[in-house]
């Protein structure tokens, strides 16, 4: 696809979406098994991924597709439930252009929420975790090619691509509501399989603490963009290795929904306070 394309693309998305929900300051990405937070929002309306012009649609299970904006807490917010991922056959320009999307919309600051092996033997599925950092070991990026200049710059800067102000923000709301939270270093990998016990043995050595197959193109391009970022992953699942069982989705969607509660609680109090 060729730049001018792409460009059309997320502008008529855009006019979509806008005309559809309306405009947003926050943005709020849900992961597997978290997709049921939209019910918080009010005067909510809300649109189909494959109603919206040139938008990639979703494939994978615990992921409605579908966009939604509404009131929360006063603020403007719009949610997506469910994301695409690079595995699905999708190219990264696509995965990411729901944050270009956002960027025309308004929005400001972007929660990007996953469901994340728990590569840190210290973890436990159910934790949840504020991303401090991130490594990209899938060999992509979804910068490369024709620079969007109309977006942000050929080589932007990644000292600070999750917000130092949101996840101090974050570790405060999580003390006052007497939410357990870990942190640490999410490693992006392309997926769609596990990854071996080897690889996790590595992952640790390298200084991850939690692995997954998503949310590292979407700070990228929102860096990119100059949107503030946070990321909260669930653990769901200790990675290969970790423990004597074999992994499954089925695991990650239901770790998921038994955490929901307290992820809503800890999302709804950080948007609250910002």
């Known amino acids: 696809m060729d730049q001018q394309t792409y460009l059309e693309n997320i502008n008529a998305a855009a006019q979509a979406i806008r005309q559809a929900c309306g405009e947003a300051d926050i943005a709020v990405v849900l992961g597997s098994g978290l997709g049921g937070y939209v019910d918080a929002l009010s005067d909510a309306a809300c649109v189909s991924y494959a109603d919206i012009p040139g938008f990639p649609v979703s494939t994978a299970p615990g992921h409605a597709g579908k966009w939604w904006t509404g009131l929360l807490h006063g603020k403007r917010v719009c949610m997506m439930q469910g994301r695409v991922h690079g595995y699905e056959g999708y190219d990264l320009k696509d995965v990411t252009l729901p944050v270009r999307v956002m960027k025309r919309l308004g929005v400001k600051t972007l929660i990007v929420t996953n469901a994340a092996g728990g590569v840190n033997t210290s973890f436990a599925p159910g934790d949840l975790m504020l991303m401090t950092d991130f490594l990209n070991l899938s060999g992509k990026n979804p910068l490369t090619g024709p620079n969007l200049d109309d977006f942000g710059p050929r080589f932007p800067d990644m000292t600070h691509a999750l ?3 949101l996840q101090r923000l974050t570790r405060d709301v999580a003390e006052k509501l007497g939410v357990a939270l870990q942190e640490g270093v999410y490693c992006w ?3 769609p399989c596990y990854e071996t016990p080897a690889e996790i043995r590595m992952l640790r050595a390298l200084g991850a603490d939690a692995v997954g197959m998503s949310t590292v193109p979407e700070i990228i ?7 503030e970022s946070l990321g909260l992953s669930c653990i769901t699942n200790m990675a290969a290795g970790i423990l004597d069982q074999p992994l499954s989705h089925q695991e990650v969607m239901e770790t ?19």
């Open 163 to 165: 917000s130092r102000d």
């Open 189 to 191: 990998l392309n997926g």
């Open 221 to 227: 391009v929102a860096r990119h963009c100059g949107l």
């Open 256 to 274: 998921g929904e038994r955490v929901k509660d307290t992820f809503r609680a800890l999302v709804d109090g950080v948007i609250a306070a910002m």
